[in-house]
């Protein structure tokens, strides 16, 4: 079987136009620069939004505990009062 | 109705979050310049501006608490203080967390980050005065508030005074209607949280001056004789 | 008017006082020198092209430090002979004893930034600017002192009539005098790179030291005259041990 003449028009074959190898490399470069920073910032907003909830909930601890303490002293002061 | 207060503003607080987090992640466009970090700006703009708000309720509450000798004044006071505490190290520290991810560097101490840390500072410096003052500090810790609640507008001018490498304050005033609209239910979720946990504080803060009275009748009680018995 | 001429006569009676063992302004003047020293020996590398970013600094933190040392110092008549109480009580103006003070501290920080002024521009080359614009230097400095005499001076005197620690002295000047200063810093580079801003920001510095002033003379008689809380600090204190 003859190799394909190249001279001769291949209906099984189309010409790929417009993706030689250098665009492709580039655009490839570009998606995985973008995906990259994607990442990235998705990693950031989420210490974003996990900092600023840790802090009201460490605070809503510390509130907590406060409370439960003044609920000791009041009893203490109410067993005081009525011996 | 009053007890019930903080607990239906936590409430709503956690109704409206999802809300929030839904229309910030789904229904608002990314920004061309800065990319999808850009979203942090959404709740890190609005625990600012609670922060300031904050510190001028202390402020006016030190003032209050000056002029009437208000208990009530005092204790809103010490409460918004380490309110603004909460929501400083919120912006001090996502504030950086954006620069970093935006201009690669997390502080680049220009007028804005600097004033926010100073503010963070005198506040920081009121509730050490409160914690461990001696007594009579209570007045000097709400003239430190009041100069603090001061300070507030020199952080919003700081950024028209010099030229800085943070967002001017137009940022906010030209974003489009999609990204304001992602802006207002962060900002109540935020504000709806520290109103609960003030209201809260408020409260602990009344009931630890009501058992300082009673320890302190209580004492008097003790020390006092008691009546021997024919007199009356 | 009255205030003024009165503030004036406590003043005249502290510096008079001083004058006789000079233990304030020696010890504060002293410390300028160790300061400055200590900064020379720290920062004599530093090239010619980062002076003008670092002089500033160092002569505002130089300030600050000694500030702090003279406001934790300025009251200490009135409190080892707990003498405060009597001036509060006394037919005086109570905003004049706050500029009284103020006037005292500004003068004791002016001595100190004398030396720290020349130490600067004997030790670096780019420090000459305040040699050869003296007016503009003392005008800088003045309003510099004078900022953080007018917030320091309140905090000062509520430490003294609470018999407060010390230390919370530190723990709140610094915060509050820092915005002055960052104003001062900013003139002080101006002045020393020659930028035409020079008195934009002098004029700055100048506002902030009417707010401090105006804030520091409103809140004087609130923050010092009332009755001190001693039961419930005492009752707190007894609480927080249980």
Redesign the interface.
């Known amino acids: 079987m003859a190799a394909p003449d190249n001279n001769t028009p291949n209906d099984d074959y189309e010409p790929v136009e417009g993706l030689d190898q250098q665009t492709v490399a580039c655009v490839r470069a570009c998606e995985s620069e973008a995906a990259a920073k994607t990442a990235s910032d998705y990693e950031h907003i989420v210490w974003a939004y996990g900092v600023i909830w840790s802090l009201f909930a460490i605070y809503g601890v510390f509130l907590w505990r406060r409370a439960s303490r003044q609920a000791v002293e009041i009893a203490d002061l109410q067993q005081r009062l009525s011996s | 109705m009053k007890k019930i207060l903080p607990l239906a503003f936590l409430g709503a607080a956690a109704l409206i979050f999802p809300v929030s987090v839904k229309t910030i992640f789904l229904d608002t466009p990314i920004e061309k310049q800065m ?3 850009q ?2 700006f959404y ?2 703009v609005p ?1 600012a501006w609670i922060m300031m708000l904050l510190a001028v309720v202390c402020g006016v509450a030190a003032g209050i608490q ?2 009437r ?1 208000s208990k009530r004044a005092e204790a809103i006071s010490i409460a918004a203080a ?2 603004v505490l ?2 400083g ?2 912006v001090l ?2 504030g950086p ?2 620069g ?2 935006t201009w690669g560097k997390p502080w680049t101490w220009d007028a804005r980050q ?2 926010t840390g ?1 503010l963070w ?2 506040f ?2 009121y509730v ?2 409160r914690h ?9 810790a ?3 508030a ?3 609640a ?2 507030v507008p ?1 952080i919003y001018y700081a950024v028209k ?2 030229k800085t490498t943070h967002p001017s304050n137009d940022v906010a005033g030209s974003l489009p209607s999609s990204m304001w609209a992602a802006l207002w239910p962060a900002l109540i979720a ?1 504000l709806l ?1 520290s109103l609960a ?1 003030l209201i ?2 408020v409260r ?1 803060e009344l ?3 009501t ?6 009748a ?2 008097d009680a003790g020390a006092q004789p008691a009546p021997v018995s024919g007199d009356a | 008017m009255v205030a003024l001429r009165q503030a004036w006569l406590l003043a005249v009676n502290d510096l008079r006082q001083e004058a006789r063992d000079l233990e304030l302004v020696l010890t504060s003047t002293f410390f300028s020198l160790v300061v400055l020293i200590m900064l020379g020996m720290s920062f004599s590398a530093l090239g010619i092209s980062a002076q003008p970013l670092a002089v500033p600094g160092m002569l505002w933190l130089s300030v600050a430090f000694v500030g702090a040392l003279t406001l934790g110092r300025i009251f200490t008549r009135e409190r080892e002979f707990d003498t405060l109480r009597a001036l509060l009580v006394a037919p005086v103006e109570r905003v004049s004893i706050y500029l009284a003070k103020a006037f005292v501290t500004i003068v004791i920080l002016l001595g100190c930034c004398l030396i720290t002024v020349l130490g600067l521009t004997l030790l670096f080359p780019a420090a000459q600017p305040f040699a050869e614009r003296p007016l503009e230097t003392f005008a800088l400095v003045l309003m510099g002192c004078t900022a953080y005499a007018g917030v320091g001076t309140l905090f000062a005197a509520g430490l003294a009539s609470s018999s407060g620690k010390n230390v919370l002295l530190s723990v709140i000047l610094y915060p509050l005098t820092m915005p002055s200063l960052l104003f001062a810093l900013v003139a002080t580079r101006s002045l020393l790179e020659g930028h035409e801003s020079f008195l934009t920001y002098l004029g700055q510095l100048t506002a902030t030291n009417v707010i401090a002033f105006v804030v520091g003379a409103w809140l004087f008689e609130p923050v010092l005259v009332g009755v001190p809380q001693q039961r419930r600090g005492a009752a707190r204190a007894a609480r927080r041990r249980r």
């Open positions: 990319g999808t970090v979203k942090i709740f890190h625990l000056l002029r000798d380490e309110l909460v929501t190290l919120g520290i996502t967390i954006w970093h991810a600097v004033s100073l500072l005198v920081a410096a050490l005065v461990y003052g001696a007594a009579g500090s209570e007045r000097l709400a003239g430190l009041i100069f603090g001061i300070d020199v005074v010099w935020l949280t946990l809260i504080r602990q009931t630890d001056v058992l300082d009275e009673a320890w302190i209580l004492d």
